[in-house]
Every structure is written in structure tokens, then in C-alpha cells.
């Protein structure tokens, strides 16, 4: 059972345009939704992360839009440069009395950004 | 400060061998796992531990064996390779089992024949 849907799979786009990635998820217990940028041969670093109350987060170029009720989350990446080529993962999490909080990524996001 | 360090790299296995993927992290973090990742399946848990003697199974722990003798270490173990467990691995590591924060190692690319 997915718990986390991520979509698009693979996404073009070129230089200066928004990209725009989407996730979905079913727990309403999640707490705390990642986005991690993963570029070839490197393991997945952490972008940018937002909790449920708040809707919007934005660092730089970067924004996590969040509709709670939806369980809906998207990340915006504003004026794409090829450098934001990479695969991008959404995450979900949420604290659990006793045991770590775990999270759930989504199955990815391959971004092309071209010139 | 290196963070999290994997070997090796890449390592091609025959079935039936064992074979265990070290994991070091350097930054007195508590919490470590072990994730696999797929083509498709984004990235799966399969261990994770949240100090040091205590170990806990994730999502797809079959086949895999982890132990935590210090803080710095998480070794994985397969205990008997199955070309299934083809995959590229990343161990990840945080402050603590709260901390939502992972820092993720450069990963092992496993090939098994």
C-alpha cells in the first residue's frame, strides 16, 4: 500500500519555468512532509520540509504548498536552472509514541530542466 | 566532519553469498536506518535502529540482518543474497528518534547474480 503518491513520474522543463511535483497521502497522522533533491550518484539530501499547520513554506527558489483537508502537498520550484536537474522525493512522517518516527517517500520525481 | 559514510560503493555478489555494507556516521546521532531504493518504489525501509543495542525491523527487512554495537556504526547484513535484493542502498542517520532531519549517505550499488 502506497501511503505517500508522487506524481508526475518524470518531468521536463525548461529554464526560467516552474516545475511544479505533487503528492497525495492517506495517513492524517503524517506530521511532517519532506522534500529531498537527489542528484545522480549522491543519496537523497533534505530540501525543504513543512508541517500541517502551516499552508505555504517558501526558501529561495523553493515552495511547499500544503492543503491539508485535500492531503495534498506539492513543491514549486520557481525559475528552474538546469542545476535543479535531479530526482525529487516527497516524504511523510509522523511522531510515534515508543518507536521513531518513520518516514514514507513517495516514489520520485525525475527533473530535466532544459536550456 | 565526513557525516555519513558507506562502503563500499559498488559490489557485485553472487546468490547464495553474504555480505555486510558498512554504514559510519560521525555526528553522535541516534537514530540510524537503512533504506533500499528501486526503480518505481522511491525508498523503502528496512531497518533502522534508534541507539545503540536496539534495532527495530522496517518496511522490507526479510533477508537482512542489522546489529548496533556503538552509535557510530550500523552494519547491514545479507545473510544469504537473492538477485531480489539488486538495489541501490542508503543508510541515513538523524539526531534522534524525533528528529525529522535524516542525513543520507552517498549509497551502495548491489548487484546480485
Known amino acids: 500500500q502506497q501511503q505517500v503518491k508522487q506524481s508526475p513520474q518524470s518531468l521536463i522543463v525548461q529554464k526560467g519555468g516552474i516545475s511544479i511535483i505533487n503528492c497525495a497521502y492517506e495517513?492524517?497522522?503524517?506530521?511532517?512532509f519532506p522534500w529531498y533533491q537527489q542528484f545522480p550518484g549522491k543519496g537523497p539530501a533534505l530540501l525543504i520540509a513543512?508541517?500541517?499547520?502551516?499552508s505555504e513554506k517558501k526558501e529561495g527558489r523553493f515552495t511547499i504548498s500544503f492543503n491539508k483537508s485535500a492531503k495534498q502537498f506539492s513543491l514549486h520550484i520557481m525559475d528552474s536552472q538546469p542545476g535543479d536537474s535531479a530526482t525529487y522525493f516527497c516524504?511523510?512522517?509522523?511522531?510515534?509514541?515508543?518507536?521513531?518516527?518513520?518516514?514514507?517517500f513517495g516514489t520520485g520525481t525525475r527533473l530535466q530542466v532544459t536550456l | 566532519n565526513a557525516g555519513v559514510t558507506q562502503t563500499p560503493k559498488f559490489q557485485v555478489l553472487k546468490t547464495g553469498q553474504s555480505m555486510t555494507l558498512q554504514c559510519a556516521q560521525d555526528?553522535?546521532?541516534?537514530?540510524m536506518s537503512w533504506y533500499r531504493q528501486d526503480p518505481g518504489m522511491g525508498l523503502r525501509l528496512i531497518h533502522y535502529?534508534?541507539?545503540?543495542?536496539?534495532?527495530d525491523q522496517g518496511e522490507v527487512p526479510n533477508g537482512y540482518n542489522v546489529s548496533r554495537s556503538t552509535t557510530e556504526d550500523f552494519p547491514l547484513r545479507l545473510l544469504s543474497a537473492a538477485p531480489s535484493q539488486t538495489s541501490v542502498y542508503f543508510c541515513a542517520s538523524s539526531k534522534d528518534r524525533d528528529s525529522y532531519g535524516y542525513t543520507f549517505g552517498s549509497g551502495t550499488r548491489l548487484t546480485v547474480v
Open positions: 516524504a511523510a512522517s509522523r511522531r510515534r509514541t515508543g518507536t521513531a518516527s518513520k518516514l514514507t
Open positions: 513543512i508541517r500541517p499547520d502551516v
Open positions: 555526528m553522535n546521532h541516534e537514530y
Open positions: 535502529s534508534v541507539g545503540a543495542g536496539i534495532t
Open positions: 495517513n492524517t497522522a503524517f506530521d511532517y
